[in-house]
T-cell receptor, first 113, second 113 residues
Framework: GAGVSQSPSNKVTEKGKDVELRCDPISGHTALYWYRQRLGQGLEFLIY????????KSGLPSDRFSAERTGESVSTLTIQRTQQEDSAVYLC???????????FGQGTRLTVV | DAKTTQPPSMDCAEGRAANLPCNHS???????VYWYRQIHSQGPQYIIH???NNETNEMASLIITEDRKSSTLILPHATLRDTAVYYCIVRVASTGTASKLTFGTGTRLQVTL
């Protein structure tokens, strides 16, 4: 597609439920990144994927967070047993190669009530 | 990746040049300087990057000092649509190393009439 696409754009969920967030990167981009941005805060790195290499999961805040990517296509970020502190905008980005400029999607706004 | 320091906020009159400074005194020889911006409620947008030479594209110019310890992003004719938070990031350029973009707090640029 023309840009990075994320779905849903908004998600409201009850505390304790699991959620899945989806990211469609730009076609041909081998690197994919997930970030979190709480209201009024900066971007926190969560995880990145590069081709078939093992992902860098160093930013995942707890074992309730996991992410998968199939090849060089779609990625899903899963949050289990959501907590109110998980409320944030979750941003996905992709880049053609490792260390080239990254293009961001519009994000998924997650609200845990 | 090296840490960057930016002023928290700046104002600029519409039509004037906006000069956004960034200090990165601990930058390494293999680290590039990247600039992104984030307009309210949108994902970050790539602007420009450079290693040691000055760079210019359709959006902005990047001036890097000879010792590479600081840089300035220049928006030559700021418009109201340039109101955003601008992030200066330094990032390892070589492949095979950690590639996550580490966002600081950035500079909030307010363009006024």
């Amino acid at each position: 597609g023309a840009g990075v696409s994320q779905s849903p754009s908004n998600k409201v969920t009850e505390k304790g439920k699991d959620v899945e967030l989806r990211c469609d990167p730009i076609s041909g981009h081998t690197a994919l990144y997930w970030y979190r941005q709480r209201l009024g805060q900066g971007l926190e790195f969560l995880i990145y994927f590069q081709g078939n290499s093992a992902p860098d999961k160093s930013g995942l805040p707890s074992d309730r967070f996991s992410a998968e990517r199939t090849g060089e296509s779609v990625s899903t970020l899963t949050i289990q047993r959501t907590q109110q502190e998980d409320s944030a905008v979750y941003l996905c980005a992709s880049s053609r190669h490792l260390n080239t400029e990254a293009f961001f999607g519009q994000g998924t706004r997650l609200t845990v009530v | 990746d090296a840490k960057t320091t930016q002023p928290p906020s700046m104002d600029c009159a519409e039509g004037r040049a906006a000069n956004l400074p960034c200090n990165h005194s601990t930058i390494s020889g293999n680290e590039y300087v990247y600039w992104y911006r984030q307009i309210h409620s949108q994902g970050p947008q790539y602007i420009i990057h450079g290693l040691k030479n000055n760079e210019t594209n359709e959006m902005a110019s990047l001036i890097i000092t000879e010792d590479r310890k600081s840089s300035t992003l220049i928006l030559p004719h700021a418009t109201l649509r340039d109101t955003a938070v601008y992030y200066c990031i330094v990032r390892v350029a070589s492949t095979g190393t950690a590639s996550k973009l580490t966002f600081g707090t950035g500079t909030r640029l307010q363009v006024t009439l």
